[in-house]
């Protein structure tokens, strides 16, 4: 255990549903990323916090995709109007980063979403 | 953004020695490299990183090349668990890693 939870674990859905996915962080990290990853590849960046300012979007974030963190604390990130290419694992990442310094990031467990 | 190169996978006996290698031949100068490996249905979790210099840790070495271009992750006396997809990531930061599909490390008992 990391100390980054997510919830739900799993989650199935219908097509063209919204989903929403919750991240709460290691308390003192500052820094919060979401990353998704399909089956045999690494996790592919998607977007990242710095307190409660999200600092950047990778062009995978369509823009069915919304991402906040609005204490600073816990992350939701929503997928609206679902599509079957959405099924993948959603991951998320803290880390604590000061000035210069390299801080590794500490990946939750994922939640696994289906869409069908 | 620069590229790594990982072989898919690789094979070890338990309690050998494990070298991982990553090739990185458009590294910047202030791209450091990140080892983060992954276990069956868990995160991603951070092995060690390093800069120029060769690294140790309580998980293992990081060699880096002269020239920068090449890196070896070292597992000193492979585990079953250490079985895992293991991910070699350049960044100035670590704050957009980009993960390649990295090499699938298997330990025989």
């Known amino acids: 255990d990391t100390g980054v939870s997510q919830d739900p674990r799993h989650k199935i859905t219908k097509r063209g549903q919204n989903v929403t996915f919750r991240c709460d962080p290691i308390?003192?990290?500052?820094?919060l990323y979401w990353y998704r990853q399909t089956l045999g590849q690494g996790p592919e960046f998607l977007t990242y916090?710095?307190?409660?300012?999200?600092?950047?979007k990778s062009r995978l974030l369509s823009d069915r995709f919304s991402a906040e963190r609005p204490k600073g604390s816990f992350s939701t990130l929503e997928i609206q109007r679902t599509e079957q290419g959405d099924s993948a694992m959603y991951l998320c990442?803290?880390?604590?980063?000061?000035?210069?310094?390299?801080?590794?990031?500490?990946f939750g467990p994922g939640t696994r979403l289906t869409v069908t | 953004d620069a590229k790594t190169t990982q072989p898919n996978s690789m094979e070890s006996n338990e309690e050998e020695p494990v070298h991982l290698p990553c090739n990185h031949s458009?590294?910047?100068?202030?791209?450091?490299i990140h080892w983060y490996r992954q276990l069956p249905s868990q995160g991603p979790e951070y092995v060690i990183h390093g800069l120029t210099s060769n690294v140790n840790n309580r998980m293992a070495s990081l060699a880096i090349a002269e020239d920068r271009k090449s890196s070896t992750l070292i597992l000193h006396r492979a585990t079953l668990r250490d079985a895992a997809v293991y991910y070699c990531?350049?960044?100035?930061?670590?704050?957009?890693?980009?993960f390649g599909a990295g090499t699938r490390l298997t330990v025989k008992p």
């Open positions: 308390s003192e990290h500052n820094r």
């Open positions: 458009t590294i910047s100068g202030t791209d450091y």
């Open positions: 990442a803290s880390s604590l980063a000061r000035g210069g310094q390299r801080n590794e990031q500490y």
């Open positions: 990531i350049l960044g100035y930061n670590n704050n957009d890693m980009r």
């Open positions: 916090f710095q307190n409660e300012a999200q600092l950047e």
